[in-house]
């Protein structure tokens, strides 16, 4: 729903000088207000950011109201006397185009910051409602008391989700991601697009999705949306693949097996591969562990060995179980020995395959500078030869040497490489084999360690009856152990396996559907229309000095001109240009249906940013040929010559000119004598005739009279009172 | 020149096995006569000094040591320590002394580059200049400028910091 913005007042209480107030006024459609420097227009400007809840967009935590000036919050000079501010507070009128209005007034100093006061009025204008609103976080989220929820309610503006850089729950485009695109601040505002644009909630392409909203383009921030969650999600899932296959990897290096579990590839194919094959399926097939034959086995073996001590008889002839044991010990010291050698051997080897790599690299590396010497002609030999003694001709080739060819030194790296790539698969192979040879070599200590004490045991034993039983009785130890091993290792790898079941489970859930990005491309083309008609019209010299190519909008939305970025062509006032159009073409654009913009524009000092004489014409040109066709509302405050007001005024362009005193003047006293203008509210430097030019062109008069019926609403703020302040020595107080 | 692919599959048919060559054997760049010039240049630059002589100058033996270990990048170590071991009869020394010896593709690619005219031989064993050095001196600096030899140069500024001496030089003749 598209409004406009009807006045801005600032009220100051002090404890020992009475009341300042003061007050400007604003129709719809254009309305230049033009005073000196340090008249008071930033107080004003500030009070518009801060009533509305904006201060975040200024680089300020949310209730801070640090950007106004001390005048507001401390003291307010007046004359040579100084008094202490005891309470202050800005209010703002709003109306939309159905008639229907609100006031808003917000504390500075001496109440609560963190609530803004809502009057509701009818089309009427009688009073509807009046609710204190909370301002801040969760003032989206509260239906009741959040004042952005109320204000997106009275806008008519959707609530739309968008994603985040910390966590896959969205958020919602907030107001003052909205409001740098219609509110240009002088310090920060011109400098470059979105440059007050609000990246404190994290909401990723924020600068894009201000736009597309504004733009009326939902569908498309919604498929934002989307899109960003499925990349997000598929993210994760690839970050999670890459670590369950790494913990399954170390798991059967840990336990000895040269075994990969390979994450390598896409999402299906991982999927595909990860769904087809189990651990324990790959690690039979890869290296022939069977834990499960392996389990079965210990059992059978535990079986008989029970049977030894408990139940079968004991053949008192038998005298091998003694001379048995002893041969294990031998055995196993014999294998322990041919692993250490076969790890010795295989170190040698690694090292020496290590040393044959980095020479192949070394070899690899100068070749491929042979070819980019002979391939990008950087130089090659070319010096005419003759023997200094016989003087003939001498070739290299007669001194076995070569000048080889740019394809001859290509092939020959790429040979190199299959040597390299050769090389590598063998220290690759060493590797793993090194690792089962380690970890063998672990359990054959082990089970020697555990041989020696049975062959120490037997050696104490008198009798073949009890040796045989103390064998059995140790090697059923032994074998109880290892049957508790493998069954761990069992209950670990099926949890191994269960985590890829979890995951394959995920990854196969189909994705966030993306959806069609809704009408995107005709709104964009009108802004596209608009833009490039406002940059003409506020004469943007860079693409004047271009002709013939087209403007595009690109990444964040940011305006190409051919294949040059249009901030960055031009002179250095063409960027305050460029901000302008940019902001007039958004607001444009966005009068097709469903368009988002407020329809309110504020632009603060335009002319600040180069107050050369050049670019005070151009301005004033625009104004001039089209501020009184634009199709909303445009407030600038600026401070402009009495010829400048002279040109505007002539073109029937509504100004306010107040080229004295101060913004903040002093209530008198309800005893003194007062005069009051037209509309009953305390006069201000503006109604004084000596000092005041104001032209109303008859479109904008019209909309005087619904603005008067508003500002009359502001009565609320207590002062109306027939008054009229001595603008001559009032307003000494610094208000910028 | 005998074929060795047609030997090897001969003695391989009378194994009852075949041989079959996908591509011809390509010869590695170390005997490419752009690459050893052009590291001949890049030590000439970086020894040959003017002291008692007129124009810089260099011995040829030293350029022969550090050339050969230059397009060897790998046995720096070993040249390291023949320097901490100078005098010494060490392992090292004979080692490296006997792979620098048989180098002699850096001798026919000396001549060459003394026969068109880049370097010039004066007295019993120094290198100067010739009249065409600057073609030379060029092709070194345009492959600086495109980054190429790198670790050849890197291993030339190491070695150029050691002042050889008479034994060093003597073992390479």
């Known amino acids: ?322 001379s048995g044991a002893s041969q294990e010990v031998l055995n196993l010291k014999s294998r322990r020995h041919e692993i250490r050698d076969e790890i010795r051997t295989l170190r040698l080897q690694k090292r020496e395959e290590e040393e044959i790599l980095g020479s192949i690299a070394g070899r690899l590396r100068a070749a491929n500078d042979v070819y980019r010497l002979k391939s990008e002609n950087i130089g090659r030999f070319e010096g005419e030869v003759e023997c200094p003694t ?96 493998n069954a761990r290792t069992i209950m670990e790898l099926n949890g191994l396996q269960n985590k890829v079941n979890v995951w394959v489970a995920a990854a196969s859930l189909p994705g966030v559907d993306i959806g069609a990005g809704g009408d995107l491309e005709n709104r964009r083309n009108a802004f596209i229309d608009a833009l490039q008609r406002f940059l003409e019209d506020v004469g943007h010299e860079g693409i004047k000095g271009l002709p013939g190519d087209k403007l595009s909008l690109r990444e964040k939305y940011l305006p190409y001109w051919g294949e040059r970025r249009v901030s960055a062509i031009g002179s250095a006032s063409d960027q305050s240009r460029l901000v302008m159009a940019y902001a007039l073409g958004l607001a444009d654009a966005s009068r097709l249906p469903g368009g988002l913009h407020p329809g309110m524009l504020l632009f603060d000092e335009p002319l600040q940013q180069n107050p050369d004489t050049k670019h005070r014409k151009l301005f004033i040109d625009f104004l001039v040929k089209k501020a009184s066709t634009l199709p909303f509302q445009m407030t600038i405050f600026t401070h402009l010559n009495a010829e400048e007001v002279k040109a505007l005024s002539d073109a029937g362009i509504p100004i306010e000119v107040r080229d004295s005193g101060r913004f903040l003047q002093p209530v008198p006293k309800s005893s003194e004598p007062t005069t009051k203008n037209e509309d009953g509210k305390p006069a201000q430097p503006s109604d004084s005739k000596d000092e005041v030019v104001e032209k109303t062109s008859g479109a904008s008069a019209e909309k005087d009279v619904a603005v008067s019926a508003a500002a009359e609403k502001s009565s609320a703020i207590g002062h109306t009172s027939d008054t009229r302040s001595d603008s001559s020595s009032a307003g000494e107080e610094n208000h910028e | 020149m005998p074929d060795v692919f047609d030997e090897l599959g001969q003695a391989l048919a009378n194994a009852g096995a075949s041989l079959k060559v996908s591509r011809a054997p390509r010869r590695p760049v170390l005997y490419d006569l752009d690459y050893r010039a052009v590291v001949v240049g890049f030590v000439f630059r970086a020894t040959a000094q003017t002291k008692k002589a007129a124009v810089p100058q260099v011995h040829a033996t030293w350029v022969k040591l550090l050339q050969f270990i230059a397009t060897r990048p790998d046995l720096l170590t070993d040249f390291e320590e023949w320097v901490k071991e100078r005098g010494k009869h060490s392992r090292t020394s004979q080692r490296l002394r006997r792979g620098f010896l048989s180098d002699t593709t850096f001798d026919y690619v000396l001549q060459i580059l003394v026969a068109s005219g880049q370097l010039r031989r004066v007295g019993d064993a120094d290198l100067v200049a010739g009249r065409r050095f600057r073609d030379l001196d060029s092709w070194c600096t345009r492959s600086i400028e495109a980054g190429l030899f790198e670790l050849e140069r890197a291993v030339i500024s190491e070695m150029a910091t050691v002042r050889p001496n008479i034994t060093m030089l003597m073992e390479g003749r």
């Open chain 1, 1 to 322: 729903m598209k409004a406009c913005l009807t006045f801005v007042e600032v009220t100051v209480s002090t404890s020992d000088g009475g009341d300042f107030f003061g007050r400007f006024e604003m129709p719809g459609g254009t309305k230049v207000i033009s005073a000196a420097n340090r008249y008071g227009k930033s107080l004003a400007v500030t009070a518009i950011g801060w009533t509305l809840g904006l201060e975040v967009m200024f680089g300020r935590p949310p209730k801070d109201p640090s950007r106004f000036s001390h005048a507001v919050r401390q003291t307010i000079e007046h004359g040579e006397q100084r008094y202490n501010v005891i309470a202050s507070r800005s209010a703002i009128g709003l109306q939309r185009e159905d008639g229907v209005s609100i006031r808003l007034e917000r504390s500075i100093e001496g109440g609560d910051l963190g609530r803004i006061t809502v009057t509701e009025f009818d089309a009427k204008g009688l009073e509807v409602r009046k609710s204190d609103l909370a301002v801040g976080d969760g003032s989206m989220k509260d239906e009741v008391a959040g004042f952005q929820n109320f204000l997106f309610k009275w806008f008519d503006l959707p609530h739309v989700p968008v994603h985040t850089r910390q966590s896959m729950t969205p958020t919602e485009v907030y107001w003052e991601n909205l409001a740098p695109l219609f509110l240009i601040d002088q310090n920060e505002g011109w400098t470059h697009l979105h440059a007050q644009q609000v990246y404190r909630y994290q909401q990723t392409d924020i600068e894009s999705i201000a736009v597309e909203y504004l733009l009326g383009a939902t569908a498309t921030v919604r498929a934002r949306l989307a899109a960003n969650q499925e990349e997000t999600r598929q993210a994760l899932l690839h970050e999670q693949k890459e670590l369950l296959a790494s913990e399954i990897e170390k798991y059967f290096h840990d336990k000895g097996w040269s075994v990969g579990w390979s994450s390598f590839g896409g999402l299906a194919r991982v999927v595909e591969r990860w769904s087809t094959t189990g651990i324990v399926a790959t690690l039979k097939d890869k290296t022939g562990v069977d834990l499960a034959e392996r389990q079965s086995a210990l059992g059978v073996q535990a079986e008989r060995l029970r049977n030894i001590i408990t139940s079968d008889p004991i053949d008192s002839g038998r005298s091998d179980a003694s």
């Open chain 1, 390 to 485: 016989c003087h003939r001709h001498i070739a290299p080739e007669d001194f076995s040497l070569t000048v080889q060819s740019a394809d001859a030194v290509d092939a020959h790296i790429r040979a190199l490489r299959n040597d390299l790539r050769f090389i590598q698969s063998n220290v690759e192979a060493i590797d793993g084999r090194l690792i089962e040879a380690n970890v063998e070599s672990d359990r054959i200590d082990r089970q020697l360690r555990g041989a020696e004490r049975s062959l120490a045991t037997m050696n104490q034993i008198a009798g073949s009856a009890r040796e045989q039983m103390s064998h059995a009785t140790t090697q059923l130890i032994e074998v109880e152990k290892e049957t508790d091993d």
